[in-house]
Nanobody
C-alpha cells in the first residue's frame, strides 16, 4: 500500500509561481512512475505531467508544457511540480498519483494510488 500526501497549493496572482510536493510512504516509491493530474470546478480530472520511475522520461500536457516542470527525489520519496507563469485557467485541485507503469502514463485509470489533492487558485 502506498499513501500520498500533497502540499504546496495556495493562492497566487497570474504570472506567479508555486511548487507542489507529494510525499509518498512505502518502500516501492522508486519502482513506480509518478504523475500529476488536476480537476477544475465543473470539469473532469485531466492529466498534467508524469515522470518515469528513474526520472529519465517526462511528459506534459500541451497546456502546461514550457511552464511546469515535474521532478522527483527517490531518496526522499517525493515528487514535485514546479509551476511558473501561472494562469487563471490553471486553477484546480491538483492530485498526485502512482502505482502505474514505470515508464509513466497519461491515463488516469492506470494509477492505483492517489493523494487527497491540494487546491491551487490563480487570480487574474
Amino acid at each position: 500500500q502506498v499513501q500520498l500526501v500533497e502540499s504546496g497549493g495556495g493562492l497566487v496572482q497570474a504570472g506567479g509561481s508555486l511548487r507542489l510536493s507529494c510525499a509518498a510512504s512505502g518502500r516501492t516509491f522508486s519502482t513506480y512512475a509518478m504523475a500529476w493530474f488536476r480537476q477544475a470546478p465543473g470539469k473532469e480530472r485531466e492529466f498534467v505531467a508524469t515522470i518515469s520511475s528513474g526520472g529519465g522520461n517526462r511528459n506534459y500536457a500541451d497546456s502546461v508544457k514550457g511552464r511546469f516542470t515535474i521532478s522527483r527525489d527517490n531518496a526522499k520519496n517525493t515528487v514535485y511540480l514546479q509551476m511558473n507563469s501561472l494562469k487563471p485557467e490553471d486553477t484546480a485541485v491538483y492530485y498526485c498519483a502512482t502505482g502505474g507503469p514505470s515508464y509513466g502514463s497519461r491515463l488516469e485509470k492506470t494509477y492505483a494510488y492517489w493523494g487527497q489533492g491540494t487546491q491551487v487558485t490563480v487570480s487574474s
